[in-house]
């Protein structure tokens, strides 16, 4: 019996598991040291702030693997051996493989600062970093103060956690506002000013310089490199950014850059070796998209392609529009297709805010053709197959500007908001061509 062995039980090695199992009756083991089960990473947040258990975070009920024989192996792999096709684990030995995926995931970034490998020093990814958030941030009373560095969409996450147990917390974030690397400036201010509203001690323009700690290895505090102002706190999370987790491959003959590469196929320059999720890098970039992607719905879809290509299906990944969600705090973000943080060339960025500054849209588009490229939204819930419709038909964007409505996925009793958005878009159109 073929047998299938899978590196991660994140949401791309157990998509490609399952589907494995719809698909064939080959024999499937998954290898993980993170957890006996797989669980949402997204809901690690809801954990640390007392809205779940962690064991809710679990999709499928501890039987579920058994009755579908997947077998899990809690380990280490430390090296992959593509001639004889064996895998060393530390403490299970020796597994031989007939296919591997390699589902390895992210590790948070680390940029050599000084005292970056101190107690109270983490990132926010594994179960491990709840478990240790839970020792060095339990309290506002053993954790006076906590510092984040970096601002993407997992310092946020970070950031509301620390503050529902009513932890300070300074936030470094080296972007003039933020995020606006990646959001127009009007989404990134109004970003900016929820996050200080709630009483966030955001630092703009700010690098973090060293992390100092005591004699026992514990954080103590953090030198600024701008103003060298030293901080004092007992914990740091380092949010800027996430690599492939692939040291383990640096032995092997799998060719690697900053991921595992991989072809359309999520094929490796190795026969019967594949890699997904955010360990995987496209040899050729898809669209716009990074050859890197560490989002929750492209590591699910890798899974299900591969599984079909190793069912004898072999299936070219096609992730199809853009698209993702978070939430800032009380704001709901979703952007779906192209929005870019300056608009590229022969196109035009349309906003619109609500007077209470926590609603609003920014739309992209092509001022020469009048097609719509793409939106971000804040704090108005939109629907995703509605957008990815009108991405497809290449819709102008006055046809979706009129069509608002079909997108919203608010519910009725919900203030509407289409007829503002339409006359402040005309407005800005006879402005623009008076």
Request: aromatic residues 12%; glycine residues 6%.
């Amino acid at each position: 019996m073929e047998h299938i062995v899978i590196i991660g039980n994140g949401i791309s090695g157990v998509t490609a598991a399952r589907h494995i199992r719809k698909l064939s009756d080959k024999k499937i083991t998954i290898i993980s040291a993170e957890s006996d089960f797989f669980f949402s990473r997204t809901a690690l947040m809801y954990v640390y702030m007392g809205h779940m258990r962690f064991e809710h975070t679990q999709p499928y009920e501890n039987w579920f693997w058994k009755k579908n024989r997947i077998e899990l192996v809690n380990d280490y792999v430390t090296h992959v051996d593509v001639k004889t096709k064996t895998l060393q684990l530390t403490n299970t030995g020796v597994i031989n493989y007939d296919k591997l995926i390699i589902a390895s995931g992210s590790k948070p970034n680390k940029f050599g600062w000084p005292g970056q490998d101190s107690k109270g020093v983490q990132g926010l990814y594994s179960k491990q970093d709840l478990e240790n958030l839970e020792i060095y941030a339990p309290n506002n009373k053993q954790c006076k103060r906590a510092v984040i560095v970096g601002g993407g969409l997992i310092g946020v996450e970070l950031a509301e956690m620390l503050n529902s147990r009513n932890i300070p917390v300074t936030f470094l974030v080296r972007d003039s506002s933020f995020w606006n690397s990646v959001l127009p400036e009007h989404d990134s201010l109004l970003v900016t000013n929820h996050i200080k509203e709630h009483h966030i001690d955001l630092r703009v323009s700010s690098n973090l310089k060293e992390i100092k700690a005591d004699k026992d290895g514990l954080v103590t505090s953090v030198i600024v490199e701008e103003t060298n102002e030293e901080i004092p706190c007992d914990f740091v999370g380092l949010t800027a950014g996430v690599s492939p987790n692939i040291d383990f491959l640096k032995t092997s003959n799998i060719e690697i850059n900053r991921g595992v590469l991989v072809n359309k196929y999520l094929e490796t320059n190795i026969a019967d070796v594949y890699a997904i999720g955010d360990c995987a890098e496209q040899r050729e970039a898809i669209g716009n998209r990074k050859p890197i992607e560490a989002v929750w719905y492209t590591g699910r879809m890798m899974g299900e392609v591969v599984a079909q290509t190793i069912c004898d299906n072999r299936m070219a990944y096609k992730p199809g529009h853009w698209f993702n969600s978070a939430k800032f705090f009380d704001i709901e973000y979703q952007t779906y297709g192209w929005v870019f943080a300056k608009p590229q060339e022969t196109h035009s960025h349309f906003h619109w805010k609500h007077s209470d500054h926590t609603k609003g849209i920014t739309i992209e588009y092509n001022h020469i053709t009048q097609e719509f490229k793409g939106i971000n939204t804040f704090g108005i819930r939109m629907k995703h197959e509605t957008f990815n419709k009108w991405l497809t038909e290449k819709q102008p964007v006055d046809y979706v500007i009129n069509h608002l409505s079909e997108a919203n996925f608010d519910p009725e009793f919900f203030n509407r908001f289409e007829k503002d958005i339409a006359q402040a878009f005309y407005n800005n159109l006879q402005t623009l061509t008076s």
